[in-house]
Protein backbone atom coordinates (compact mmCIF):
# COMPACT_ATOMS: atom_id res chain seq x y z
CA UNK A 1 0.00 0.00 0.00
CA UNK A 2 1.52 3.35 -0.76
CA UNK A 3 1.76 6.21 1.59
CA UNK A 4 -1.62 8.01 2.24
CA UNK A 5 -1.47 11.61 2.41
CA UNK A 6 -4.56 12.36 4.97
CA UNK A 7 -2.27 12.79 8.06
CA UNK A 8 -1.12 16.81 7.25
CA UNK A 9 -4.97 17.26 6.89
CA UNK A 10 -6.43 16.22 9.67
CA UNK A 11 -6.32 17.85 13.04
CA UNK A 12 -4.74 15.48 16.05
CA UNK A 13 -7.85 14.17 17.93
CA UNK A 14 -7.78 13.92 21.29
CA UNK A 15 -4.75 15.50 22.37
CA UNK A 16 -5.37 19.16 21.78
CA UNK A 17 -8.39 19.38 24.09
CA UNK A 18 -6.93 21.33 26.32
CA UNK A 19 -8.32 23.05 29.20
CA UNK A 20 -11.79 21.63 27.98
CA UNK A 21 -10.81 18.34 28.08
CA UNK A 22 -12.23 17.55 31.55
CA UNK A 23 -15.54 20.09 31.28
CA UNK A 24 -16.73 19.18 27.65
CA UNK A 25 -15.93 15.47 27.06
CA UNK A 26 -19.32 15.45 24.67
CA UNK A 27 -17.39 17.85 22.46
CA UNK A 28 -14.53 15.75 22.51
CA UNK A 29 -15.97 13.18 21.25
CA UNK A 30 -18.27 14.36 18.70
CA UNK A 31 -14.88 15.78 17.07
CA UNK A 32 -12.98 12.78 17.67
CA UNK A 33 -16.08 10.84 15.48
CA UNK A 34 -16.18 13.82 12.85
CA UNK A 35 -12.31 13.43 12.40
CA UNK A 36 -13.28 9.67 11.98
CA UNK A 37 -16.02 10.32 9.09
CA UNK A 38 -13.70 12.33 7.42
CA UNK A 39 -10.65 9.88 7.29
CA UNK A 40 -13.09 7.28 6.68
CA UNK A 41 -14.42 9.67 3.44
CA UNK A 42 -10.93 10.06 2.56
CA UNK A 43 -9.11 6.95 2.78
CA UNK A 44 -12.43 5.22 1.14
CA UNK A 45 -12.11 8.18 -2.09
CA UNK A 46 -8.52 6.72 -1.92
CA UNK A 47 -9.40 3.00 -2.81
CA UNK A 48 -12.24 3.61 -4.83
CA UNK A 49 -9.60 5.59 -6.96
CA UNK A 50 -7.37 2.96 -7.31
CA UNK A 51 -9.71 0.39 -7.80
CA UNK A 52 -11.49 2.32 -10.86
CA UNK A 53 -8.11 2.42 -12.64
CA UNK A 54 -9.07 -0.86 -13.74
CA UNK A 55 -12.04 -0.16 -15.53
CA UNK A 56 -13.05 -3.62 -16.93
CA UNK A 57 -12.02 -5.95 -13.93
CA UNK A 58 -13.97 -3.12 -11.87
CA UNK A 59 -17.26 -3.62 -13.78
CA UNK A 60 -16.54 -7.26 -14.07
CA UNK A 61 -16.39 -7.46 -10.15
CA UNK A 62 -19.58 -5.44 -9.62
CA UNK A 63 -21.81 -7.58 -11.81
CA UNK A 64 -20.09 -10.57 -10.30
CA UNK A 65 -20.85 -9.35 -6.73
CA UNK A 66 -24.57 -8.59 -7.98
CA UNK A 67 -24.71 -12.17 -9.55
CA UNK A 68 -23.15 -14.20 -6.26
CA UNK A 69 -26.24 -12.38 -4.02
CA UNK A 70 -28.70 -12.60 -7.11
CA UNK A 71 -27.80 -16.68 -7.67
CA UNK A 72 -29.68 -16.33 -3.95
CA UNK A 73 -32.50 -15.26 -5.43
CA UNK A 74 -32.57 -17.56 -8.54
CA UNK A 75 -32.19 -20.25 -6.01
CA UNK A 76 -35.83 -18.72 -4.48
CA UNK A 77 -37.09 -18.47 -7.50
CA UNK A 78 -36.28 -22.37 -8.64
CA UNK A 79 -37.86 -22.90 -5.19
CA UNK A 80 -41.18 -21.06 -5.91
CA UNK A 81 -41.40 -23.12 -9.64
CA UNK A 82 -42.31 -26.08 -7.40
CA UNK A 83 -44.58 -25.15 -5.15
CA UNK A 84 -46.96 -21.88 -4.44
CA UNK A 85 -45.83 -21.00 -0.90
CA UNK A 86 -43.29 -21.86 1.34
CA UNK A 87 -43.63 -22.10 4.99
CA UNK A 88 -46.74 -20.18 4.39
CA UNK A 89 -45.34 -17.70 2.47
CA UNK A 90 -45.73 -16.54 -1.37
CA UNK A 91 -42.99 -15.51 -3.62
CA UNK A 92 -43.50 -11.65 -3.34
CA UNK A 93 -43.65 -12.07 0.46
CA UNK A 94 -40.27 -14.05 0.52
CA UNK A 95 -38.81 -11.47 -2.22
CA UNK A 96 -39.69 -9.10 0.64
CA UNK A 97 -37.98 -10.91 2.84
CA UNK A 98 -34.90 -11.62 1.01
CA UNK A 99 -34.87 -7.61 -0.23
CA UNK A 100 -35.04 -5.77 3.08
CA UNK A 101 -32.74 -8.37 4.94
CA UNK A 102 -30.25 -7.89 1.54
CA UNK A 103 -30.10 -4.35 1.38
CA UNK A 104 -29.95 -4.35 5.38
CA UNK A 105 -26.04 -6.65 4.53
CA UNK A 106 -25.52 -4.87 1.65
CA UNK A 107 -25.35 -1.36 3.36
CA UNK A 108 -23.42 -3.19 6.35
CA UNK A 109 -20.86 -4.98 4.28
CA UNK A 110 -20.19 -1.87 1.65
CA UNK A 111 -19.85 0.45 5.00
CA UNK A 112 -17.66 -1.94 7.12
CA UNK A 113 -16.92 -5.14 5.77
CA UNK A 114 -13.14 -4.60 5.12
CA UNK A 115 -13.48 -4.63 8.81
CA UNK A 116 -12.64 -8.54 8.23
CA UNK A 117 -9.09 -7.83 7.08
CA UNK A 118 -8.33 -6.73 10.55
CA UNK A 119 -6.90 -10.53 11.52
CA UNK A 120 -4.38 -10.39 8.38
CA UNK A 121 -2.74 -6.71 9.65
CA UNK A 122 -2.85 -8.22 13.53
CA UNK A 123 -0.64 -11.38 12.15
CA UNK A 124 1.43 -9.15 10.02
CA UNK A 125 2.25 -5.93 12.18
CA UNK A 126 0.79 -3.71 10.07
CA UNK A 127 -1.85 -2.34 12.79
CA UNK A 128 1.37 -1.35 14.63
CA UNK A 129 1.74 1.69 11.57
CA UNK A 130 -2.39 2.38 11.97
CA UNK A 131 -2.32 2.77 15.72
CA UNK A 132 0.36 5.78 15.51
CA UNK A 133 -1.44 7.75 13.01
CA UNK A 134 -3.60 10.70 14.52
CA UNK A 135 -6.77 9.45 12.87
CA UNK A 136 -9.46 7.11 14.90
CA UNK A 137 -8.07 3.65 14.07
CA UNK A 138 -11.71 2.19 13.36
CA UNK A 139 -11.98 4.43 11.05
CA UNK A 140 -8.71 3.17 9.58
CA UNK A 141 -9.81 -0.28 9.71
CA UNK A 142 -12.96 0.08 8.20
CA UNK A 143 -11.95 1.86 5.32
CA UNK A 144 -9.36 -0.10 4.84
CA UNK A 145 -9.20 -1.50 1.06
CA UNK A 146 -13.00 -0.24 0.86
CA UNK A 147 -14.88 -1.68 -1.86
CA UNK A 148 -16.53 -0.05 -4.25
CA UNK A 149 -17.74 -3.03 -5.77
CA UNK A 150 -19.92 -4.16 -2.60
CA UNK A 151 -22.46 -1.74 -4.52
CA UNK A 152 -22.98 -4.78 -6.64
CA UNK A 153 -25.02 -6.21 -4.56
CA UNK A 154 -27.00 -3.27 -3.00
CA UNK A 155 -28.07 -2.86 -6.13
CA UNK A 156 -29.37 -5.76 -6.46
CA UNK A 157 -30.99 -6.73 -3.14
CA UNK A 158 -32.76 -2.97 -3.22
CA UNK A 159 -33.97 -4.32 -7.29
CA UNK A 160 -35.55 -7.69 -5.81
CA UNK A 161 -37.25 -5.30 -2.98
CA UNK A 162 -38.38 -3.05 -5.35
CA UNK A 163 -40.15 -5.74 -7.55
CA UNK A 164 -41.47 -7.48 -4.20
CA UNK A 165 -43.46 -4.12 -2.93
CA UNK A 166 -45.48 -3.92 -6.51
CA UNK A 167 -45.89 -7.42 -6.20
CA UNK A 168 -47.16 -7.23 -2.99
CA UNK A 169 -50.79 -5.66 -2.07
CA UNK A 170 -49.89 -4.13 1.16
CA UNK A 171 -52.60 -1.86 2.85
CA UNK A 172 -49.77 0.91 3.03
CA UNK A 173 -50.40 3.41 6.41
CA UNK A 174 -47.95 6.16 6.81
CA UNK A 175 -46.80 4.04 9.62
CA UNK A 176 -46.08 1.02 7.50
CA UNK A 177 -44.00 3.25 4.88
CA UNK A 178 -42.24 4.87 7.57
CA UNK A 179 -41.47 1.63 8.92
CA UNK A 180 -39.77 0.79 5.68
CA UNK A 181 -36.97 2.80 6.19
CA UNK A 182 -36.38 2.56 9.67
CA UNK A 183 -36.04 -1.09 8.81
CA UNK A 184 -33.13 -0.92 6.49
CA UNK A 185 -31.31 1.59 8.58
CA UNK A 186 -31.90 -0.43 11.60
CA UNK A 187 -31.09 -3.66 9.57
CA UNK A 188 -27.99 -2.06 8.08
CA UNK A 189 -26.84 -0.82 12.07
CA UNK A 190 -27.42 -4.55 13.45
CA UNK A 191 -25.17 -6.47 10.65
CA UNK A 192 -22.60 -3.33 11.61
CA UNK A 193 -22.19 -4.58 14.80
CA UNK A 194 -21.43 -7.85 13.87
CA UNK A 195 -18.72 -6.58 11.60
CA UNK A 196 -17.61 -4.85 14.31
CA UNK A 197 -17.96 -7.30 17.18
CA UNK A 198 -16.02 -9.78 14.65
CA UNK A 199 -13.30 -7.34 14.20
CA UNK A 200 -13.30 -7.18 17.95
CA UNK A 201 -12.26 -10.84 18.54
CA UNK A 202 -9.74 -10.65 16.11
CA UNK A 203 -7.50 -8.82 17.96
CA UNK A 204 -6.85 -12.06 20.17
CA UNK A 205 -7.89 -14.31 17.80
CA UNK A 206 -7.20 -13.22 14.39
CA UNK A 207 -7.30 -16.93 13.06
CA UNK A 208 -11.05 -17.16 13.61
CA UNK A 209 -12.18 -14.47 11.26
CA UNK A 210 -14.41 -16.81 9.95
CA UNK A 211 -16.96 -16.92 12.74
CA UNK A 212 -18.01 -13.51 11.85
CA UNK A 213 -19.70 -14.79 8.85
CA UNK A 214 -21.56 -17.01 10.54
CA UNK A 215 -23.47 -14.26 12.44
CA UNK A 216 -23.61 -11.70 9.38
CA UNK A 217 -23.85 -13.93 5.94
CA UNK A 218 -25.40 -16.37 8.31
CA UNK A 219 -28.10 -14.21 9.66
CA UNK A 220 -28.30 -12.57 6.35
CA UNK A 221 -29.38 -16.03 4.77
CA UNK A 222 -31.39 -17.24 7.31
CA UNK A 223 -33.53 -13.66 7.45
CA UNK A 224 -34.00 -13.62 3.59
CA UNK A 225 -36.17 -16.62 3.97
CA UNK A 226 -39.38 -16.67 6.24
CA UNK A 227 -39.16 -17.53 10.07
CA UNK A 228 -42.18 -20.42 9.86
CA UNK A 229 -39.13 -22.60 7.89
CA UNK A 230 -37.47 -22.78 10.89
CA UNK A 231 -37.25 -24.72 14.49
CA UNK A 232 -38.83 -22.81 16.94
CA UNK A 233 -35.96 -22.84 19.57
CA UNK A 234 -33.56 -21.64 16.23
CA UNK A 235 -36.04 -18.52 15.97
CA UNK A 236 -36.00 -17.63 19.58
CA UNK A 237 -32.02 -17.29 19.08
CA UNK A 238 -32.29 -15.05 16.57
CA UNK A 239 -35.17 -12.81 18.84
CA UNK A 240 -33.25 -12.93 21.95
CA UNK A 241 -29.60 -14.14 21.63
CA UNK A 242 -28.40 -12.92 18.45
CA UNK A 243 -30.71 -10.64 17.31
CA UNK A 244 -31.24 -11.12 13.79
CA UNK A 245 -34.69 -11.20 14.06
CA UNK A 246 -35.21 -7.60 14.41
CA UNK A 247 -32.89 -6.75 10.97
CA UNK A 248 -36.26 -8.06 8.86
CA UNK A 249 -38.44 -10.52 10.61
CA UNK A 250 -40.47 -8.38 13.01
CA UNK A 251 -40.75 -5.30 10.97
CA UNK A 252 -41.22 -6.70 7.74
CA UNK A 253 -44.12 -9.21 9.36
CA UNK A 254 -45.66 -5.81 10.71
CA UNK A 255 -45.90 -4.24 7.17
CA UNK A 256 -47.12 -7.66 5.79
CA UNK A 257 -49.72 -7.81 8.37
CA UNK A 258 -48.54 -11.08 9.36
CA UNK A 259 -48.41 -12.29 12.90
CA UNK A 260 -45.05 -12.37 14.82
CA UNK A 261 -43.57 -15.79 14.59
CA UNK A 262 -43.54 -16.43 18.91
CA UNK A 263 -46.90 -15.03 19.21
CA UNK A 264 -45.31 -11.60 20.09
CA UNK A 265 -47.05 -8.46 20.29
CA UNK A 266 -47.37 -6.73 16.75
CA UNK A 267 -45.25 -3.59 18.00
CA UNK A 268 -42.08 -5.50 18.72
CA UNK A 269 -41.33 -4.97 15.03
CA UNK A 270 -40.61 -1.45 16.30
CA UNK A 271 -38.21 -2.28 18.32
CA UNK A 272 -35.74 -2.01 15.39
CA UNK A 273 -34.07 0.94 16.09
CA UNK A 274 -33.52 0.16 20.12
CA UNK A 275 -32.13 -3.63 19.48
CA UNK A 276 -29.85 -1.90 16.60
CA UNK A 277 -28.62 0.83 19.29
CA UNK A 278 -28.71 -1.89 22.25
CA UNK A 279 -25.81 -4.01 19.82
CA UNK A 280 -24.21 -1.39 18.31
CA UNK A 281 -23.21 0.14 21.71
CA UNK A 282 -22.20 -3.52 22.97
CA UNK A 283 -19.93 -4.10 20.13
CA UNK A 284 -18.60 -0.71 20.39
CA UNK A 285 -17.55 -1.81 24.11
CA UNK A 286 -16.19 -5.29 22.45
CA UNK A 287 -13.98 -3.34 20.05
CA UNK A 288 -12.51 -0.90 23.04
CA UNK A 289 -12.11 -4.00 25.04
CA UNK A 290 -10.32 -5.85 21.47
CA UNK A 291 -8.36 -2.23 21.01
CA UNK A 292 -6.73 -2.88 24.85
CA UNK A 293 -5.50 -6.31 24.91
CA UNK A 294 -4.34 -5.60 21.47
CA UNK A 295 -0.08 -6.82 21.64
CA UNK A 296 2.18 -5.81 18.82
CA UNK A 297 3.81 -8.69 17.16
CA UNK A 298 6.75 -6.62 17.35
CA UNK A 299 7.49 -7.31 13.40
CA UNK B 1 7.58 -38.19 -8.53
CA UNK B 2 9.05 -37.64 -5.03
CA UNK B 3 9.15 -34.41 -5.03
CA UNK B 4 5.40 -33.46 -6.31
CA UNK B 5 4.61 -35.97 -2.76
CA UNK B 6 6.63 -33.74 -1.02
CA UNK B 7 4.51 -30.71 -2.56
CA UNK B 8 1.68 -32.59 -1.57
CA UNK B 9 2.76 -33.44 1.46
CA UNK B 10 3.47 -29.28 2.15
CA UNK B 11 0.09 -28.55 0.79
CA UNK B 12 -1.27 -30.96 3.36
CA UNK B 13 0.54 -29.09 6.17
CA UNK B 14 0.00 -25.57 5.43
CA UNK B 15 -3.57 -25.53 5.74
CA UNK B 16 -3.25 -27.95 9.06
CA UNK B 17 -1.40 -25.32 10.56
CA UNK B 18 -4.10 -22.94 11.65
CA UNK B 19 -6.44 -25.10 13.89
CA UNK B 20 -7.92 -21.88 15.34
CA UNK B 21 -9.10 -21.25 11.49
CA UNK B 22 -10.65 -24.61 11.03
CA UNK B 23 -12.61 -24.65 13.99
CA UNK B 24 -14.11 -21.54 13.26
CA UNK B 25 -15.06 -22.92 9.22
CA UNK B 26 -16.33 -25.73 10.83
CA UNK B 27 -18.62 -23.64 13.17
CA UNK B 28 -19.63 -21.51 9.97
CA UNK B 29 -20.42 -24.71 8.19
CA UNK B 30 -22.49 -25.73 10.72
CA UNK B 31 -24.57 -22.85 10.79
CA UNK B 32 -24.72 -22.54 7.32
CA UNK B 33 -25.79 -26.03 7.41
CA UNK B 34 -29.07 -25.81 9.59
CA UNK B 35 -30.25 -22.72 7.98
CA UNK B 36 -30.25 -24.52 4.51
CA UNK B 37 -31.58 -27.72 5.86
CA UNK B 38 -34.46 -25.99 8.04
CA UNK B 39 -35.29 -24.74 3.59
CA UNK B 40 -34.87 -27.85 2.36
CA UNK B 41 -37.40 -29.50 4.67
CA UNK B 42 -40.13 -27.23 4.35
CA UNK B 43 -39.41 -27.69 0.29
CA UNK B 44 -39.39 -31.70 0.55
CA UNK B 45 -42.62 -31.26 3.24
CA UNK B 46 -44.81 -29.67 0.07
CA UNK B 47 -42.90 -31.50 -2.67
CA UNK B 48 -41.62 -35.46 -1.51
CA UNK B 49 -39.43 -36.89 -3.76
CA UNK B 50 -38.99 -33.81 -5.83
CA UNK B 51 -35.80 -34.16 -8.01
CA UNK B 52 -35.68 -37.73 -7.09
CA UNK B 53 -34.77 -37.30 -3.43
CA UNK B 54 -36.95 -37.85 -0.36
CA UNK B 55 -36.25 -36.13 2.34
CA UNK B 56 -33.52 -37.76 4.54
CA UNK B 57 -31.39 -37.46 1.44
CA UNK B 58 -32.11 -34.09 0.85
CA UNK B 59 -31.38 -32.93 3.99
CA UNK B 60 -27.96 -34.99 3.76
CA UNK B 61 -27.42 -33.28 0.60
CA UNK B 62 -27.19 -30.16 2.33
CA UNK B 63 -24.50 -31.37 4.55
CA UNK B 64 -22.79 -33.30 1.81
CA UNK B 65 -22.74 -29.87 0.60
CA UNK B 66 -20.98 -27.75 3.82
CA UNK B 67 -18.49 -31.09 4.25
CA UNK B 68 -17.54 -30.69 0.36
CA UNK B 69 -17.50 -26.84 -0.19
CA UNK B 70 -13.86 -26.77 1.31
CA UNK B 71 -12.71 -29.64 -0.07
CA UNK B 72 -13.56 -29.03 -3.99
CA UNK B 73 -12.77 -25.42 -3.44
CA UNK B 74 -15.76 -23.15 -4.71
CA UNK B 75 -15.07 -20.03 -3.21
CA UNK B 76 -11.73 -20.80 -5.06
CA UNK B 77 -8.52 -21.77 -3.65
CA UNK B 78 -4.78 -21.19 -4.99
CA UNK B 79 -5.02 -19.61 -7.91
CA UNK B 80 -5.49 -16.12 -6.25
CA UNK B 81 -1.75 -16.54 -5.21
CA UNK B 82 -0.57 -17.91 -8.71
CA UNK B 83 -2.29 -14.74 -10.37
CA UNK B 84 -0.20 -12.34 -7.65
CA UNK B 85 2.39 -14.41 -8.94
CA UNK B 86 1.96 -14.25 -12.81
CA UNK B 87 1.52 -10.06 -12.20
CA UNK B 88 4.72 -10.15 -10.24
CA UNK B 89 6.39 -11.44 -12.67
CA UNK B 90 7.82 -13.88 -10.09
CA UNK B 91 6.16 -16.86 -12.44
CA UNK B 92 9.45 -16.42 -14.40
CA UNK B 93 11.05 -18.30 -11.25
CA UNK B 94 8.33 -20.86 -11.37
CA UNK B 95 9.56 -21.69 -14.77
CA UNK B 96 13.05 -22.02 -14.40
CA UNK B 97 12.28 -24.68 -11.62
CA UNK B 98 13.22 -28.52 -12.64
CA UNK B 99 9.11 -28.88 -11.89
CA UNK B 100 5.85 -29.08 -14.15
CA UNK B 101 4.17 -25.75 -13.15
CA UNK B 102 0.63 -27.64 -13.41
CA UNK B 103 1.37 -30.68 -11.85
CA UNK B 104 3.17 -28.34 -8.85
CA UNK B 105 0.10 -26.67 -8.36
CA UNK B 106 -2.16 -29.63 -8.79
CA UNK B 107 0.00 -32.05 -5.72
CA UNK B 108 -0.29 -28.59 -3.82
CA UNK B 109 -4.00 -28.73 -4.04
CA UNK B 110 -4.44 -32.43 -3.77
CA UNK B 111 -2.63 -32.40 -0.44
CA UNK B 112 -4.60 -29.02 0.57
CA UNK B 113 -8.46 -30.66 -0.43
CA UNK B 114 -7.38 -33.68 1.95
CA UNK B 115 -6.90 -31.83 4.59
CA UNK B 116 -10.08 -30.03 4.13
CA UNK B 117 -11.48 -33.07 3.42
CA UNK B 118 -10.52 -34.34 7.12
CA UNK B 119 -10.91 -30.89 9.25
CA UNK B 120 -13.58 -29.26 7.00
CA UNK B 121 -15.47 -32.15 6.14
CA UNK B 122 -15.90 -34.85 9.07
CA UNK B 123 -17.40 -32.55 11.87
CA UNK B 124 -20.19 -30.62 10.29
CA UNK B 125 -20.81 -33.97 9.09
CA UNK B 126 -20.92 -35.35 11.98
CA UNK B 127 -22.68 -32.07 13.83
CA UNK B 128 -25.74 -32.53 11.29
CA UNK B 129 -26.22 -35.98 11.65
CA UNK B 130 -26.09 -35.57 15.38
CA UNK B 131 -29.08 -32.89 14.49
CA UNK B 132 -31.25 -34.25 11.65
CA UNK B 133 -31.79 -37.95 10.78
CA UNK B 134 -29.28 -38.13 7.93
CA UNK B 135 -28.72 -40.96 5.15
CA UNK B 136 -25.30 -43.25 5.69
CA UNK B 137 -23.67 -45.32 2.89
CA UNK B 138 -24.92 -48.76 3.42
CA UNK B 139 -21.67 -50.35 2.41
CA UNK B 140 -17.95 -49.90 2.19
CA UNK B 141 -18.26 -50.07 -1.70
CA UNK B 142 -20.27 -47.43 -1.62
CA UNK B 143 -17.78 -44.97 0.53
CA UNK B 144 -14.71 -46.22 -1.42
CA UNK B 145 -16.71 -44.97 -4.84
CA UNK B 146 -17.43 -41.86 -3.14
CA UNK B 147 -13.95 -41.53 -2.39
CA UNK B 148 -13.23 -41.91 -5.59
CA UNK B 149 -15.58 -39.50 -7.08
CA UNK B 150 -14.50 -36.60 -4.04
CA UNK B 151 -10.94 -37.06 -5.60
CA UNK B 152 -12.06 -36.89 -8.93
CA UNK B 153 -14.26 -33.62 -8.40
CA UNK B 154 -10.80 -32.26 -6.34
CA UNK B 155 -8.68 -32.62 -9.82
CA UNK B 156 -11.47 -31.36 -11.62
CA UNK B 157 -11.76 -28.22 -9.55
CA UNK B 158 -7.91 -27.65 -10.22
CA UNK B 159 -7.89 -27.82 -13.93
CA UNK B 160 -10.83 -25.05 -13.52
CA UNK B 161 -9.51 -23.18 -11.48
CA UNK B 162 -5.57 -23.47 -13.35
CA UNK B 163 -7.19 -22.49 -16.36
CA UNK B 164 -9.12 -19.22 -14.27
CA UNK B 165 -5.14 -18.50 -13.18
CA UNK B 166 -3.77 -18.85 -16.47
CA UNK B 167 -5.96 -16.31 -17.80
CA UNK B 168 -3.94 -13.36 -15.56
CA UNK B 169 -1.15 -13.85 -18.26
CA UNK B 170 -3.74 -11.80 -20.84
CA UNK B 171 -5.90 -9.87 -18.35
CA UNK B 172 -3.20 -8.78 -15.81
CA UNK B 173 -5.96 -8.44 -12.88
CA UNK B 174 -7.49 -11.60 -12.50
CA UNK B 175 -9.89 -10.39 -9.55
CA UNK B 176 -13.12 -10.50 -11.79
CA UNK B 177 -12.64 -13.66 -13.89
CA UNK B 178 -12.15 -15.32 -10.26
CA UNK B 179 -15.36 -14.34 -8.96
CA UNK B 180 -17.13 -15.20 -12.34
CA UNK B 181 -15.45 -18.78 -12.10
CA UNK B 182 -16.52 -19.32 -8.26
CA UNK B 183 -20.42 -17.96 -9.20
CA UNK B 184 -20.13 -20.53 -11.79
CA UNK B 185 -18.94 -23.70 -9.36
CA UNK B 186 -21.42 -22.20 -6.65
CA UNK B 187 -24.31 -22.14 -9.16
CA UNK B 188 -23.29 -25.30 -11.04
CA UNK B 189 -22.14 -27.51 -9.10
CA UNK B 190 -25.27 -28.04 -7.04
CA UNK B 191 -24.02 -26.33 -4.01
CA UNK B 192 -27.20 -24.11 -3.95
CA UNK B 193 -30.10 -26.46 -4.99
CA UNK B 194 -29.31 -30.05 -6.33
CA UNK B 195 -29.19 -29.96 -9.87
CA UNK B 196 -32.13 -32.25 -10.37
CA UNK B 197 -34.11 -29.81 -9.23
CA UNK B 198 -33.02 -27.24 -11.76
CA UNK B 199 -36.24 -26.89 -14.40
CA UNK B 200 -35.97 -28.14 -18.09
CA UNK B 201 -33.03 -27.26 -20.31
CA UNK B 202 -31.00 -25.09 -17.36
CA UNK B 203 -31.25 -28.68 -15.39
CA UNK B 204 -29.68 -30.88 -18.51
CA UNK B 205 -26.85 -28.10 -19.18
CA UNK B 206 -26.06 -27.88 -15.52
CA UNK B 207 -25.95 -31.59 -15.10
CA UNK B 208 -23.64 -31.52 -18.38
CA UNK B 209 -20.87 -29.07 -16.88
CA UNK B 210 -17.60 -30.07 -15.25
CA UNK B 211 -19.12 -28.17 -12.39
CA UNK B 212 -21.80 -30.44 -11.72
CA UNK B 213 -18.59 -33.09 -10.57
CA UNK B 214 -17.89 -30.79 -7.97
CA UNK B 215 -20.80 -31.71 -5.45
CA UNK B 216 -23.60 -33.10 -7.45
CA UNK B 217 -22.05 -36.41 -8.71
CA UNK B 218 -20.08 -37.18 -5.62
CA UNK B 219 -23.25 -36.77 -3.61
CA UNK B 220 -25.36 -38.75 -5.94
CA UNK B 221 -22.51 -41.49 -5.40
CA UNK B 222 -23.11 -40.97 -1.64
CA UNK B 223 -26.34 -40.98 -1.68
CA UNK B 224 -26.29 -44.43 -3.24
CA UNK B 225 -28.45 -43.34 -6.44
CA UNK B 226 -25.86 -44.61 -8.78
CA UNK B 227 -24.78 -48.02 -9.08
CA UNK B 228 -23.62 -50.77 -11.49
CA UNK B 229 -23.65 -49.17 -14.90
CA UNK B 230 -24.86 -44.90 -13.59
CA UNK B 231 -22.64 -45.36 -11.25
CA UNK B 232 -19.64 -46.15 -13.93
CA UNK B 233 -20.56 -43.56 -16.23
CA UNK B 234 -20.90 -40.91 -13.64
CA UNK B 235 -16.84 -41.78 -12.84
CA UNK B 236 -16.25 -41.72 -16.39
CA UNK B 237 -18.08 -38.41 -16.85
CA UNK B 238 -15.69 -37.22 -14.28
CA UNK B 239 -12.66 -38.76 -15.53
CA UNK B 240 -13.77 -37.46 -18.94
CA UNK B 241 -13.46 -33.64 -17.86
CA UNK B 242 -10.71 -34.35 -15.77
CA UNK B 243 -8.57 -35.04 -18.58
CA UNK B 244 -10.16 -32.88 -21.50
CA UNK B 245 -9.80 -29.81 -18.56
CA UNK B 246 -6.36 -30.74 -17.64
CA UNK B 247 -5.30 -31.02 -21.46
CA UNK B 248 -6.26 -27.66 -21.74
CA UNK B 249 -4.45 -26.30 -18.94
CA UNK B 250 -1.30 -27.64 -20.44
CA UNK B 251 -2.03 -25.91 -23.93
CA UNK B 252 -3.15 -22.54 -22.30
CA UNK B 253 0.33 -23.20 -20.26
CA UNK B 254 2.40 -23.54 -23.32
CA UNK B 255 0.70 -20.57 -24.88
CA UNK B 256 1.09 -18.56 -21.70
CA UNK B 257 4.83 -19.61 -21.49
CA UNK B 258 6.00 -18.22 -24.59
CA UNK B 259 4.02 -14.97 -23.61
CA UNK B 260 6.28 -14.62 -20.49
CA UNK B 261 9.33 -15.05 -23.23
CA UNK B 262 8.55 -12.32 -25.20
CA UNK B 263 7.59 -10.39 -22.54
CA UNK B 264 11.63 -10.93 -20.61
CA UNK B 265 9.70 -12.01 -17.02
Known sequence: MGEVSYAPETEAVGTDAGPYAARWPLRDRLREAVAGCRAYLLIAGMWSRSTLTYRVSFLMTVVGNACMTALDFVTIAIIFGHTRTLGGFTLAETAFLYGSSGVAIGLADLLLGSLDGLGRRVRDGTVDALLVRPVPIFAQVAADRFALRRLGRLTQAAVVLVWSLIRLHVAWTPGRALLLPVMAVSGAAIFGAFYTAGAALQFRAGDAAEVQSSFTHGGGTMTQYPPTLFARELVRGAVFVVPVAFVNWMPALWILGRPEPLGLPGWTGWLSPAVALAVCALAGLAWRAGLRSYRSTGS | MRLYAAVLVRGFRRYATYRTATLAGVFTNTVFGFV????????????????????????????????????????????????????????????????????????????????????????????????????WPASPGVWAAFLLAVALGVVISFALRYLVALAAF???????????????????????????????????????????????????????????????????????????????????????????VVQGG
Open chain 2, 36 to 135: IAYTYIALWRVRPHLGGYDLGQAVTFVWLGQAMLMTTALFGGFEAELIDRIRSGDVATDLYRPADLQLWWLARDIGRAGFHLLGRGVLPMAAGGLFFPLV
Open chain 2, 170 to 260: WLLDGTGIVLLASLAAIFFSGMLLPLTVFPGALGVLARALPWSALLQVPADVYLGRDTGARLASALGFQAVWAVVLLGAGRLVQSAATRRV
